[in-house]
């Protein structure tokens, strides 16, 4: 799908959006210098085109109870498509993956886990991870805290 076409004026609204998803249309148009209308027709459009996918709270997974993210490096025995199919499927029920990438390099597949204890990522890896057919290795690294994390892409003008 090719990429619509953004201007300066869509770079700023998509970073005010980012940095604020409450924000009311008559603040956001008031931030990037248009009225109220047409900033509207503009947001509107950025949905409709699906560069703007959802709007959503950020939760602070240690405030909720959930300290530990792990990160999982997933071997699969075959990188046939119906096993990447398979795995993919399997994996995106399980509410402790946050996210799931397929990747180049030694591991087919990385992992994001947030659990709130070493025991509770014990039965994820067990009782949930170890069952899912094809899984050749698996090598997980514990985070001990986050340096960098951001949810604004980096757009430029």
């Known amino acids: ?33 248009l009225s109220a ?15 703007i996918r959802r709007y959503v709270a950020i939760v602070d997974a240690k405030a909720v109870g959930l300290p530990i993210s792990a990160f999982i490096n997933v071997s699969l025995r075959s990188q046939e498509l119906d096993s990447l199919e398979a795995f993919q499927q399997r994996v995106a029920s399980f509410p402790e993956i946050m996210e799931c990438y397929l990747m180049t390099g030694s591991s087919d597949y990385l992992l994001r886990v947030v659990v709130p204890s070493l025991e509770a990522y014990e039965r994820f890896l067990v009782d949930k991870l170890t069952r899912v057919p094809g899984i050749a290795n698996i090598q997980t690294s514990f985070a001990l805290k986050p340096v960098v994390s951001r949810t604004e892409l980096p757009l430029g003008e």
């Open 1 to 33: 799908m090719p990429t619509p076409s953004i201007d300066r004026t869509d770079y700023r609204i998509l970073h005010q959006l980012q940095n604020d998803g409450r924000l009311t249309n008559l603040e956001l148009a008031e931030r990037v210098g």
């Open 37 to 51: 209308s047409p900033c509207l027709r503009r947001v509107r459009a950025l949905e409709e085109s699906g560069i």
